[in-house]
C-alpha cells in the first residue's frame, strides 16, 4: 500500500488534497499547509511533503498561462535567495527528528503563521532587499516541514498588494521554493517510487480542484476567502497540538 497507509486513510488524504487544491486555485496559497495540517492528525507527514512539492509544481503548470502578467519578479527572486540560504538547515532538521516532533513542529508553526495571517498586521514603512532576503530565509526555515508559504503569505498581506499580483507572485514564489528543496529532499532519501506514483495519482485531483478554485465559484471576495483559509489552517493546526499533547 502507497505509504504503508491503510485505504480509508489514503482516501481522507485525497479528499483534503482537492480541499486545499481548490484554496490553491482561488487564493494563491495555503495548499501545501492546508494538506499537511491535515496529514498531520492522521500520520507521519514528513514522507508526503515530496509528494506535496510535486504537486505544487504541478499546479502551476495548470495555473501558468493566467498569471505571468501579474508576477513581481524582482519580489520573488529576492525572497527565494533568502530561503536558499535556509533550506539546507531546515531539511536536516525534519529528516532527523522523529514523527510525533514533526507533527508538533508542523503544527506550531502553522498556528503561530496563522495568528500572524489573522491578527491584521500592517508593515508601517517600505521593506527593502535586505528584509525580503530576511523574510525568505524564515521562509526557508519553515519550508522543511513544507510549509514556507505561511510566512511570506504573512508578509505580503501586510502590504497594501493587488490581489492578483499576491496571487500570481505567491504561485512563482512556492514554486521555486519546493524546485529548491526537492534535491535537498532527494538528498536526504525520502524521494522514492512512492512519492512519484503519489504525484502521479494526484493529479487529476489536482486539477479538478484548481480549476474549481479558479472559476472563484465563491461569492467571497479574495481577501475574505483568504481569511477562511487561514481559520481552516488554524484550527487543523489546534487540533494537530492537541494531538500531539494526547
Not at 508576477?71 to 539546507?88: E, K
Not at 510525533?100 to 498556528?111: E, G, P
Not at 519550508?143 to 490581489?163: D, E, K, R
Not at 484550527?235 to 497540538?241: A, E, I, M, W
Request: with cysteine.
Amino acid at each position: 500500500m502507497l505509504f504503508d497507509l491503510g485505504p480509508l486513510t489514503l482516501a481522507a488524504l485525497a479528499i483534503a488534497l482537492l480541499g486545499a487544491a481548490f484554496v490553491r486555485g482561488y487564493s494563491g496559497f495555503g495548499f501545501s499547509a492546508i494538506f499537511i495540517a491535515f496529514a498531520s492528525l492522521v500520520t507521519n507527514p514528513v514522507p508526503l511533503i515530496p509528494v506535496v512539492f510535486s504537486c505544487e509544481i504541478l499546479m502551476t503548470t495548470l495555473q501558468a498561462r493566467g498569471i505571468r502578467s501579474h508576477i513581481d519578479w524582482p519580489r520573488a527572486l529576492t525572497l527565494l535567495a533568502g530561503a536558499a540560504l535556509a533550506l539546507p538547515l531546515s531539511v536536516w532538521f525534519i529528516l532527523t527528528v522523529g514523527g510525533d516532533t514533526a507533527r508538533l513542529t508542523v503544527s506550531a508553526i502553522i498556528f503561530v503563521m496563522s495568528l500572524i495571517l489573522l491578527s491584521g498586521w500592517t508593515l508601517q514603512r517600505r521593506i527593502g532587499t535586505g528584509g525580503h532576503i530576511g523574510v525568505g530565509f524564515i521562509s526557508g526555515l519553515c519550508n522543511g516541514a513544507g510549509i514556507g508559504g505561511l510566512p511570506v503569505a504573512a508578509f505580503m498581506s501586510a502590504q497594501p498588494m493587488a490581489a492578483p499580483i499576491f496571487r500570481a507572485t505567491m504561485i512563482v514564489y512556492l514554486t521555486g521554493l519546493d524546485l529548491i528543496t526537492m534535491p535537498l529532499m532527494w538528498a536526504g532519501g525520502i524521494v522514492t517510487l512512492d512519492t512519484a506514483i503519489g504525484a502521479a495519482l494526484a493529479f487529476p485531483i489536482l486539477a479538478l480542484g484548481v480549476w474549481l478554485g479558479g472559476r472563484q465559484f465563491l461569492s467571497a471576495t479574495p481577501v475574505t476567502f483568504r481569511k477562511f483559509a487561514v481559520m481552516l489552517l488554524l484550527t487543523l493546526s489546534s487540533l494537530g497540538l492537541i494531538r500531539a499533547f494526547i
